[in-house]
Structure formats: C-alpha cells, structure tokens
Nanobody
Framework: QVQLVESGGGLVQAGGSLRLSCAAS????????MGWFRQAPGKEREFVARISRSGGSTVYADSVKARFTVSRDNAKNTVYLQMNSLQREDTAVYYC?????????????????WGQGTQVTVSS
C-alpha cells in the first residue's frame, strides 16, 4: 500500500508562488498516475491537476491552467505542484492522490491512495 505525504504549504501573498511536494513510500510511484486535488472550507474536494505515470502527459483544471505546473521525479518517488500567481481563491487544503486507472481521472473515487493534505492560504 502506498503512503503519500504532502509538504510545502503555507501562507503566501496574492501573486506569490508555492511549490508543493508529495513523497511516496511503501510502493513505486511510477506505477500510478498522480493527481492533485484541493478542498476549500465548505466546498467539495475538486480536481486540480493530473500527471501520467511517465510524466509525459498532464491535465489541469481550467481555474489553474497556465498558473500551476505538475511534475514528477519517479527516481525520488515524488510529485510536485508548482503554483504561481496565486489568488485568494486558491486557498484550500491540497491533497495528492494515486490512481491505478489508465485514463485521465478527475473524480475522487478514481483515486486509490491519498495523502493527509497540506494547507495553502493566500492573503490579499
């Protein structure tokens, strides 16, 4: 079973940047397509980005396209989310997740393993 641990969250001013990391243990990350989700207070968890097993294919939610970049280093068993031009609306707990399905998964039920989340707060 894969264990995922996110890090890199924090408080940042609007317009700033953060880089989230998701480290995996107990399994080989390259076996999974990886996703990033976020959940703001009072809202449902929503899809942010997804990266294929090899890293050759990425998909983004429209709300973060051109601002966020997902990448992975399979040798380090780690996935990253670079977040630029952060806005107050990006404030949420961010989760990484691992999926065994081969197609582009955007729903939470399509992911098998989840991290505990890391808080990102964007101030104006």
């Amino acid at each position: 079973q894969v264990q995922l641990v996110e890090s890199g969250g924090g408080l940042v001013q609007a317009g700033g940047s953060l880089r989230l990391s998701c480290a995996a243990s107990g399994g080989t990350l390259s076996s999974y397509n990886m996703g990033w989700f976020r959940q703001a207070p009072g809202k449902e968890r929503e899809f942010v980005a997804r990266i294929s097993r090899s890293g050759g294919s990425t998909v983004y939610a429209d709300s973060v396209k051109a601002r966020f970049t997902v990448s992975r280093d399979n040798a380090k068993n780690t996935v990253y989310l670079q977040m630029n031009s952060l806005q107050r609306e990006d404030t949420a707990v961010y989760y990484c997740a691992a999926s065994r399905v081969s197609y582009v998964a955007r729903s939470t039920y399509e992911y098998d393993y989840w991290g505990q989340g890391t808080q990102v707060t964007v101030s104006s």
